[in-house]
């Protein structure tokens, strides 16, 4: 049996663990530069608030229902997902992180008569131990194990979990779940497969393997096996790579020219992108985030963060260190003067499993060529002998202002508590 | 008299790095790890969380205003535990005290009064307090 262990609404119950009042009530959080929604609570879910609606159109909304409102803060979220994500693997065998708020569970070989008591477990000790609530999904595949989380999600008297495994009750949930929600099917094929009357993820059963086959081709036929109880989809289990590496320091002193910075972040994201090829791994998000000093009262205060997400997974010290000092750029504000800096690599896969997109615009190839004569000539000649010089692009200022204090990560943001 | 200290670089970022040169120490084999604090304090590394600690209804515990208390949100709560509690919109610092039918938070100075814990309030144990950590004054 597979489990699939999903966050609820994962940024909003990030920043609800530290601000319990929140329970119950509208929040939401904003992408980078507040433009639009990203991650609802339920309640905003009830009164219309939409993923992905953009956020001046909210305001009458916000103000109506006294909606919480909270900037992205990746540095609390990808804490929190490394949490979960520790907690999850000293409860069962094995694990696969799918994304910053998905894991996999492999539960194969344990007893079919547990299963349901250990869903019911990983759910409960999962929200004691990080305040995170989670919906556990167990069946016999891993897309059926995702849907069985979304009825997890669905129908609160689950209590955290649902283990799906009697052929009749699988039928009768595909009966009622909507083809375009099935792991796999996608926008343009659930488009095609209604145009066709096929609503249900039942209804998709029953079409004939080969029709499946000649429309949708192996990954089609794949997601048809998988709803109909056959594994297709390979359990991955992570070896010893990282799932993110993170690279910071503290400058030796405040720097406010963005070229300064620049060049820190630059050699940061080098480093970076060094141990991302030491382990054969390639990231898709970059995240640059910057403080100011805390301890100078006297000055402006200000953190800023941003996620930005390559077209392409990568490992290229040319590209990353493109990407992050362009984001810096955008970042970097005056009046502030910043005390530390970094650089998270994210999303990070097999080098090897990487799809190449038809109209990648990066000769990769040609990168990975320049790479490792990079690495090569760093090794020989002691490090950063070659490194890259920092390019400049214009960028447009950031909006944050609804930025959440960072709890687990800096002494100065961590809960104040009366006693 | 003077005392001399090494300078730190604890805020540089160091340029360069794996330098390799001269003779392998022979003790190499044999080095332990330096003592870690993160290692005594932290039993649960994924379920540990930091407050600081504003007020001193805890005083008579020896928390005072400014300390930072290390909280491990895996443990479950008991009788004597000293929790950080969500009580009514707050956090709250305070002792769990459970008899027979009724749930009080004890404060550790006599100004303050113990809170009984009923069905109206909403309360949750945030989480239970294994260590303080205190700067002594004066150093």
Same mark, same amino acid.
């Given at each position: 049996?597979?489990?699939?262990?999903?966050?609820?609404?994962?940024?909003?119950?990030?920043?609800?663990?530290?601000?319990?009042?929140?329970?119950?009530?509208?929040?939401?959080?904003?992408?980078?530069?507040?433009?639009?929604? &990203?991650?609802?609570?339920?309640?905003?879910?009830?009164?219309?608030?939409?993923?992905?609606?953009?956020?001046?159109?909210?305001?009458?909304?916000?103000? $109506?229902?006294?909606?919480?409102?909270?900037?992205?803060?990746?540095?609390?979220?990808?804490?929190?997902?490394?949490?979960?994500?520790?907690? +999850?693997?000293?409860?069962?065998?094995?694990?696969?992180?799918?994304?910053?708020?998905?894991?996999?569970?492999?539960?194969?070989?344990?007893?079919?008569?547990?299963?349901?008591?250990?869903?019911?477990?990983?759910?409960?000790?999962?929200?004691?131990?990080?305040?995170?609530? &989670?919906? /556990?999904?167990?069946?016999?595949?891993?897309?059926?194990?995702?849907?069985?989380?979304?009825?997890?999600?669905?129908?609160?008297? +689950?209590?955290?979990?649902?283990?799906?495994?009697?052929?009749?009750?699988?039928?009768?949930? +595909?009966?009622?779940?909507?083809?375009?929600?099935?792991?796999?099917?996608?926008?343009?094929?659930?488009?095609?497969?209604?145009?066709?009357?096929?609503?249900?993820?039942?209804?998709?059963?029953?079409?004939?393997?080969?029709?499946?086959?000649?429309?949708?081709?192996?990954?089609?036929?794949?997601?048809?096996?998988? +709803? $109909?109880?056959?594994?297709?989809?390979?359990?991955?289990?992570?070896?010893?790579?990282?799932?993110? &590496?993170? /690279?910071?320091?503290?400058?030796?002193?405040?720097?406010?020219?963005?070229?300064?910075?620049?060049?820190?972040?630059?050699?940061?994201?080098?480093?970076?992108?060094?141990?991302?090829?030491?382990?054969?791994?390639?990231?898709?998000?970059?995240?640059?985030?910057?403080?100011?000093?805390?301890?100078?009262?006297?000055?402006?205060?200000?953190?800023?963060?941003?996620?930005?997400?390559?077209?392409?997974?990568?490992?290229?010290?040319?590209?990353?260190?493109?990407?992050?000092?362009?984001?810096?750029?955008?970042?970097?504000?005056?009046?502030?003067?910043?005390?530390?800096?970094?650089? &998270?690599?994210?999303?990070?896969?097999?080098?090897?499993? /990487?799809?190449? /997109?038809?109209?990648?615009?990066?000769?990769?190839?040609?990168?990975?060529?320049?790479?490792?004569?990079?690495?090569?000539?760093?090794?020989?000649?002691?490090?950063?002998?070659?490194?890259?010089?920092?390019?400049?692009?214009?960028?447009?200022?950031?909006?944050?202002?609804?930025?959440?204090?960072?709890?687990?990560?800096?002494?100065?943001?961590?809960?104040?508590?009366?006693? | 008299?003077?005392?001399?200290?090494?300078?730190?670089?604890?805020?540089?970022?160091?340029?360069? %790095?794996?330098?390799?040169? @001269?003779?392998?120490?022979?003790? %190499?084999?044999?080095?332990?790890?330096?003592?870690?604090?993160?290692? #005594?304090?932290?039993?649960?590394?994924?379920?540990?969380?930091?407050?600081?600690?504003?007020?001193?209804?805890?005083?008579?515990?020896?928390?005072?205003? @400014?300390?930072?208390?290390?909280?491990?949100?895996?443990?479950?709560?008991?009788? @004597?535990?000293?929790?950080?509690?969500?009580?009514?919109? %707050?956090?709250?610092?305070?002792?769990?005290?459970?008899?027979?039918?009724?749930?009080?938070?004890?404060?550790?100075?006599?100004?303050?009064?113990?809170? %009984?814990?009923?069905?109206?309030?909403?309360?949750?144990?945030?989480?239970?307090?294994? #260590?303080?950590?205190?700067?002594?004054?004066?150093?």
């Amino acid at each position: 049996m597979y489990g699939l262990a999903d966050c609820n609404n994962f940024f909003v119950s990030c920043e609800r663990v530290f601000r319990p009042d929140l329970n119950g009530r509208p929040v939401i959080i904003l992408s980078n530069n507040d433009g639009c929604v &990203i991650s609802r609570s339920n309640e905003a879910k009830r009164i219309g608030i939409k993923m992905g609606q953009p956020f001046y159109q909210l305001k009458q909304t916000i103000r $109506r229902y006294d909606v919480t409102v909270f900037s992205s803060n990746y540095i609390l979220y990808g804490d929190m997902s490394k949490r979960v994500q520790m907690t +999850l693997q000293s409860l069962v065998p094995a694990t696969e992180v799918y994304s910053i708020d998905e894991s996999f569970l492999d539960l194969r070989g344990i007893e079919l008569s547990k299963l349901d008591d250990l869903g019911h477990h990983v759910s409960y000790v999962v929200q004691r131990n990080t305040g995170i609530p &989670i919906s /556990v999904g167990i069946a016999p595949t891993k897309t059926l194990a995702k849907i069985a989380s979304k009825l997890c999600k669905q129908y609160p008297k +689950l209590k955290g979990s649902c283990y799906m495994h009697r052929s009749e009750d699988i039928e009768k949930v +595909l009966k009622k779940f909507p083809i375009e929600d099935v792991w796999g099917i996608g926008r343009r094929f659930s488009a095609m497969l209604q145009s066709r009357s096929i609503r249900t993820a039942y209804d998709f059963t029953q079409m004939p393997m080969s029709l499946v086959q000649s429309l949708m081709h192996v990954g089609g036929v794949k997601t048809w096996r998988e +709803l $109909r109880g056959e594994p297709c989809v390979e359990f991955e289990e992570q070896g010893r790579d990282k799932q993110q &590496i993170t /690279v910071s320091r503290s400058f030796s002193k405040e720097l406010s020219d963005v070229r300064d910075i620049q060049q820190q972040v630059a050699l940061f994201t080098s480093m970076a992108a060094e141990k991302l090829r030491k382990q054969g791994s390639v990231c898709h998000d970059v995240i640059v985030f910057m403080f100011t000093n805390r301890h100078r009262e006297d000055k402006p205060q200000q953190f800023v963060n941003r996620l930005v997400r390559l077209p392409v997974s990568t490992d290229s010290t040319l590209e990353l260190v493109n990407v992050a000092t362009r984001t810096t750029e955008e970042l970097v504000q005056a009046p502030y003067e910043y005390k530390k800096a970094g650089v &998270i690599l994210s999303d990070i896969t097999p080098k090897s499993a /990487v799809q190449t /997109v038809l109209f990648d615009e990066v000769d990769h190839e040609k990168q990975d060529r320049l790479m490792r004569a990079m690495d090569a000539i760093n090794k020989k000649q002691g490090a950063r002998s070659v490194v890259v010089a920092s390019a400049g692009f214009d960028g447009v200022k950031m909006n944050r202002e609804h930025l959440s204090p960072n709890y687990t990560s800096e002494w100065g943001d961590i809960l104040v508590v009366k006693g | 008299m003077d005392i001399l200290t090494p300078k730190t670089h604890k805020d540089k970022v160091p340029l360069v %790095e794996g330098i390799r040169a @001269g003779f392998p120490s022979p003790a %190499e084999d044999y080095v332990e790890p330096t003592l870690d604090l993160n290692r #005594y304090v932290i039993k649960n590394p994924a379920s540990t969380f930091y407050a600081r600690i504003t007020g001193d209804s805890m005083v008579g515990d020896d928390i005072h205003d @400014g300390d930072i208390v290390v909280i491990d949100k895996s443990l479950e709560p008991g009788d @004597g535990n000293i929790a950080v509690c969500f009580i009514d919109g %707050e956090f709250t610092l305070k002792r769990i005290k459970v008899e027979k039918e009724r749930l009080l938070l004890m404060p550790a100075n006599p100004k303050f009064k113990p809170i %009984e814990i009923t069905e109206e309030n909403h309360f949750v144990v945030w989480g239970i307090v294994t #260590y303080i950590i205190k700067e002594l004054k004066g150093t």
